[in-house]
T-cell receptor, first 112, second 113 residues
């Protein structure tokens, strides 16, 4: 399987702190995406970073990509209780097939 | 409202009884896919479709079938469900492929006894 992995599996922080989660993947990619999932609900797209980009920002989110290490990180700044959710990275295959591979997720808990 | 819908949302069934989970999107997306989510394993892709009558296997296709007769619909069929197919299932769609933002349905929780 080409499934990626997030690290840590779970993260608990105080409101106002920053949260950083990491994703490692196995094959060359075109893009890497981050998604958020509230408990048992559908995933919501957060941000997409292309393989030729190194960093991208969207509001309180900052994503970095290191293709040489096959890894990405998602930083959420000034976290809020409403950020409590699971976060997943997803990668496509560069081979031309249209599979999408999700990581195992990081469960973030933000304590008010 | 742009959305992906799935039905049913919850289903309890018995081993061997054929079932279909429907998925529909109203965004004229070409790409649709099915995932299952299990604790500790994240989401794994079952099948995907690039367009009408074009389907292909994902990571875990065994025990599942799909069809894409219309652009908006992409049903997931379990011909003979087994307990190891108990899971949370998600349908998703995107403009043209895996490299684009995916829009997810609300999920279908399936229990096979």
């Amino acid at each position: 399987s080409q499934q990626g992995e997030e690290d840590p599996q779970a993260l608990s922080i105080q409101e106002g702190e920053n949260a950083t989660m990491n994703c490692s993947y196995k094959t060359s990619i075109n893009n890497l995406q981050w998604y958020r999932q509230n408990s048992g609900r559908g995933l919501v797209h957060l941000i997409l970073i292309r393989s030729n980009e190194r960093e991208k920002h969207s509001g309180r989110l900052r994503v970095t990509l290191d293709t040489s290490k096959k890894s990405s990180s998602l930083l959420i700044t000034a976290s809020r209780a409403a950020d409590t959710a699971s976060y997943f990275c997803a990668t496509d295959g560069q081979t031309g097939a249209n599979n999408l591979f999700f990581g195992t997720g990081t469960r973030l808990t933000v304590i008010p | 409202e742009a959305q992906v819908t799935q039905n049913p949302r919850y289903l309890i069934t018995v081993t061997g009884k054929k079932l279909t989970v429907t998925c529909s999107q109203n965004m004229n997306h070409e790409y649709m896919s099915w995932y299952r989510q299990d604790p500790g394993l994240g989401l794994r892709q079952i099948y995907y479709s690039m367009n009408v009558e074009v389907t292909d296997k994902g990571d875990v296709p065994e025990g599942y079938k799909v069809s894409r007769k219309e652009k908006r619909n992409f049903p997931l069929i379990l011909e003979s469900p087994s307990p190891n197919q108990t899971s949370l299932y998600f349908c998703a769609s995107s403009l043209t492929g895996a490299e684009y933002e995916q829009y997810f349905g609300p999920g279908t929780r399936l229990t096979v006894t």
